[in-house]
């Protein structure tokens, strides 16, 4: 007879049952997401010095009440309905609480997904700040090798705001597409290493009609500024996050980040952090770019962050049904009531509500990579549980 691991019993399945193969699928996902580095190769993201204070109960909060469009039900009800691995929730700078999952510890880290894609637009607005970055300039000025591809004639404005006129789909759950051939090159899915990331960004092509007209969601735009960044910096993304934004925001642990085969970070997707450390991203941009009485980010670079970009080009794109009066400016959603957040797939969430003092991060192990009517249900969770907490 043979007795189940510590590992099987605490997750469901083995630790060898889980490959790059299947890694981003359900219920592997539930270690995995913590475990990226396992999996792929992944550079640190050292932290400050400090010890992080202690998990804070939610008390109360479990048991309230929230209303969705699927009905009424208790936070905890949803937060199991929404596979939620991890949530903390501050109020006015303070954690109301921090809530996990059996199979997550208070201190782990989770892949974040596309909220990198925020926290890379806020390195680039430090590094602007430090006059190193032009977002208006053309691509072509710090990668001249862009020319010809869709970022040709495009500027890093464009890249910051996804309103580059580029030829791919997001087809995640398709391994034989252009963004199968994608993933491969970031070592995301089995069969990379012939390809590097930044290799594969020089071949896409670009869509007729004017970049800037359009909000389309295209991943690849977020990896490339990460490209742009490390071109007119003149180092590591890894190194640059440790120094710009991580010793700065005062994260008491340390992050990763993917890399592909030349040591790229996946900057569109590739961090690693705890639910602490991102809530301080949250509070950082709440608080107009400071943290803890140090300037972080540029107030100027927040303020555009979070109150400019085209509505227009946002009524244009495909992602108008999740905020009707929603917009997208430097890699953040604005809501179109005031809030503004950073979404990944599989139920990553940075909630920012300023007219609530509320910063909420929920992390999760969703099936789906993206699940239009439980995100419409998390975007009403989210706004009622700022007002509740």
């Known amino acids: 007879m043979t007795h189940a691991s510590a590992f099987e019993q605490e997750?469901?399945?083995?630790?060898?049952?889980?490959?790059?193969?299947?890694?981003r699928t359900s219920p592997f996902s539930r270690w995995s997401f913590q475990n990226a580095g396992e999996l792929v190769p992944s550079a640190r993201i050292l932290a400050a010095h400090g010890e992080e204070t202690p998990a804070q109960d939610m008390g109360g909060?479990?048991?309230?009440?929230?209303?969705?469009?699927?009905?009424?039900?208790?936070?905890?009800?949803?937060?199991?309905?929404?596979?939620?691995?991890?949530?903390?929730?501050?109020?006015?700078?303070?954690?109301?609480?921090?809530?996990?999952?059996?199979?997550?510890?208070?201190?782990?880290?989770?892949?974040?997904?596309?909220?990198s894609k925020s926290l890379?637009?806020?390195?680039?607005?430090?590094?602007?700040?430090?006059?190193?970055?032009?977002?208006?300039?053309?691509?072509?000025?710090?990668?001249?090798?862009?020319?010809?591809?869709?970022?040709?004639?495009?500027?890093?404005?464009?890249?910051?705001?996804?309103?580059?006129?580029?030829?791919?789909?997001?087809?995640?759950?398709?391994?034989?597409s252009a963004y199968g051939r994608y993933r491969k090159a970031t070592l995301w899915n089995p069969g990379g290493?012939?390809?590097?990331?930044?290799?594969?960004?020089?071949?896409?092509?670009r869509l007729p009609g004017e970049h800037g007209e359009t909000f389309r969601y295209r991943s690849p735009n977020s990896d490339l500024l990460g490209l742009v960044i490390e071109r007119a910096t003149g180092r590591r993304i890894p190194d640059l996050m440790h120094e710009k934004l991580w010793l700065p925001l005062g994260a008491k642990s340390e992050a990763a980040v993917t890399v592909d085969m030349e040591g790229t970070a996946r900057t569109a997707g590739g961090i690693s952090m705890t639910p602490r450390d991102l809530a301080r991203i949250g509070e950082m941009m709440r608080q107009g770019g400071m943290a803890d009485g140090r300037r972080v980010v540029a107030e100027s670079w927040v303020r555009d962050t979070v109150g400019a970009g085209s509505a227009d080009a946002w009524q244009r794109g495909?992602?108008?049904?999740?905020?009707?009066?929603?917009?997208?400016?430097?890699k953040w959603y604005q809501v179109g009531d005031g809030a503004f957040c950073g979404i990944g797939i599989h139920g990553q969430w940075l909630y920012v509500d300023p007219k609530t003092e509320t910063v909420i991060v929920k992390m999760s192990s969703q099936p789906q990579p993206v699940?239009?009517?439980?995100?419409?249900?998390?975007?009403?969770?989210?706004?009622?549980?700022?007002r509740m907490a």
């Open 11 to 23: 997750f469901g399945f083995r630790r060898n049952e889980v490959t790059l193969a299947n890694w």
């Open 61 to 115: 909060l479990l048991g309230e009440k929230i209303v969705t469009k699927s009905g009424s039900e208790t936070v905890a009800a949803f937060l199991a309905r929404s596979d939620t691995d991890a949530l903390t929730v501050m109020k006015s700078g303070r954690i109301v609480g921090d809530w996990f999952a059996p199979y997550m510890k208070f201190g782990a880290r989770h892949i974040i997904f596309s909220i």
């Open 120 to 176: 890379t637009a806020v390195l680039s607005g430090i590094v602007h700040g430090e006059g190193l970055l032009d977002p208006q300039a053309p691509v072509t000025h710090y990668l001249p090798e862009a020319a010809g591809s869709a970022y040709g004639d495009a500027t890093v404005r464009h890249v910051l705001d996804m309103v580059v006129s580029i030829d791919i789909e997001e087809t995640y759950l398709d391994p034989e």
């Open 193 to 205: 290493g012939t390809e590097s990331l930044a290799s594969f960004l020089m071949t896409l092509p």
């Open 318 to 330: 495909d992602m108008v049904h999740l905020f009707p009066k929603g917009r997208y400016r430097s």
């Open 371 to 386: 699940d239009d009517p439980l995100d419409i249900d998390i975007v009403a969770f989210l706004q009622a549980l700022g």
